[in-house]
């Protein structure tokens, strides 16, 4: 959550200038205070009541218009600002801040302000390749500014290349990433484990459950958001991959485990949040089983439990468990953190509504080593994921 954030937003003129909309809004739900400024080209492209309608703020697009309050708003608006994000930001923009030209009012802003400034530019693929655009952005970059590189695809004058505007999702991303003032995980490197596993009964089925990865995801994203260096062993799930973020993708138990075991000396701490299959069947069939019969019968042995095994050589890491229980919640739990040797675990009780598997939002007990209890009410994984990373600090 970006709560009480200020955002001051520019906007130039280019057919991406629409998506900035996206942005507003979404820093808006986030509870960020947004002030956007437009180029008189960008006012072309799309109008300022859509950005004061967004914002809930007066729009500035003329650098000499009647004050709305009496203040000099260039530079009130560069003080206020705790990130100033230009969207859709042309090579004439780019030029214009590399070579210290400030000669509108989204210019003349940026160069008084002392926030850091975030810059997605969007054009034509042959003008973003051009060397003097290129050479523009490495000046920016050297000076201490901040890109969210553009992406490839089909431009709207039919092109296809890099210079279309990058994902809302990715520019909001780096946003939350700039602004989360705790930086408390610098220096320390977190494996997250997320998602199900998969084992193959035959070419065409499988066991598996019903673990989306939301949970592991939203701890290894807000680990990197404090800063540090986050491996993430994901089972296969239908999440964005997370940036900045070295992602090993596996399918079966026995695939997370190799991989596991091959980033565990690189760790401090470890979070299981995936839900491995607890057993595969005995036997593969490399032909699809067919349906002769009325009953089917299918030997299953155990699997290799992962977490069990890093107990055991533990050391001086964290270690932090998951628990999915449909009864004896407490019990259960408290089991698993002497038998797998953990610091703590996360207990979650999958048969309540609308937490656990798929959801959202979770509700869960910490449960310490010595038995202590927490409580943590219903809220959002990406929430419980930070009181999670807080407990974690308390440990270290
Ligand atoms: O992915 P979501 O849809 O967001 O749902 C979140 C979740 C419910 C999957 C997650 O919060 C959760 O509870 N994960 C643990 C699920 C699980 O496997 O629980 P368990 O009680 O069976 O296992 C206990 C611990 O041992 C877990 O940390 C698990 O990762 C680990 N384990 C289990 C089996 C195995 N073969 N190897 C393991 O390491």
Redesign the pocket.
């Known amino acids: 959550m970006l709560n009480g954030k200020k955002v001051v937003m520019g906007i130039c003129g280019g057919i991406a200038a629409y998506k900035a909309a996206d942005v507003v809004s979404r820093l808006k739900k986030q509870g960020a205070e947004v002030d956007v400024i437009m180029t008189r080209s960008a006012a072309n492209f799309i109008t300022p009541l859509t950005f004061q309608s967004l914002s809930g703020n007066h729009v500035v697009v003329d650098m000499f218009e009647k004050p709305v309050s009496w203040e000099i708003k260039h530079i009130s608006l560069a003080k206020k600002a705790d990130i100033f994000v230009i969207v859709s930001a042309t090579a004439d923009m780019i030029g214009k801040i590399a070579n210290g030209i400030a000669d509108d009012m989204l210019s003349t802003t940026v160069m008084a302000t002392k926030a850091p400034v975030l810059i997605a530019p969007a054009m034509n693929t042959n003008m973003y390749e051009n060397p003097i655009v290129q050479n523009n952005i490495d000046k920016l970059k050297k000076y201490g500014y901040l890109f969210t590189e553009p992406a490839y695809g089909r431009l709207a004058c039919g092109d296809v290349g890099y210079g279309k505007l990058a994902a809302v999702d990715d520019i909001i991303d780096d946003i939350s990433v700039i602004l989360n003032d705790k930086k408390d995980y610098k220096g320390l490197t977190v494996m997250v ?4 596993t998969i084992e193959a009964i035959d070419p065409v089925r499988y066991i598996t ?8 995801y ?1 701890i290894a994203k807000c680990a990197r958001n404090r800063g540090a260096e986050v491996i993430l062993i994901s089972g296969p ?1 239908s999440l964005k991959p997370l940036r900045n973020v070295k992602v090993v993708n596996v399918l079966s ?1 026995h695939d ?1 485990y190799d991989a596991v075991m091959n980033n565990f000396d690189d760790c401090d701490i470890v979070v ?7 057993y595969r069947p005995l036997k593969y069939s490399s032909q699809k089983i067919k349906k002769d019969d009325d009953n089917l019968v299918l030997y299953l042995e155990k ?6 095994e ?1 107990g055991e050589r533990k050391g001086d890491k964290i270690l932090v ?5 449909s009864q004896d919640l407490i019990k ?1 739990a408290k089991d ?1 953190v002497l038998k ?1 040797n953990l610091d703590f ?2 207990a ?1 009780n ?1 048969m309540s509504k609308d937490t ?4 959202d939002d ?1 509700a ?1 007990c910490i449960i310490d080593r010595d038995g202590g209890i927490d409580n943590i009410p219903r809220m959002s ?1 990406i929430e419980l994921a930070d009181i999670i990373l807080d407990k974690i600090k308390s440990l270290k």
Do not use: Q, R, W, Y
């Open positions: 484990t997320a998602g199900p459950n019903h673990s989306s990865g939301k949970m592991g939203a799930t138990n997370m299981k949040a995936a839900a491995p299959a607890d699997n290799i439990d992962i977490l069990k890093l468990g998951f628990a999915a229980e259960n698993k797998k675990i996360v979650n999958i656990g598997f798929k959801s979770n869960v994984k």
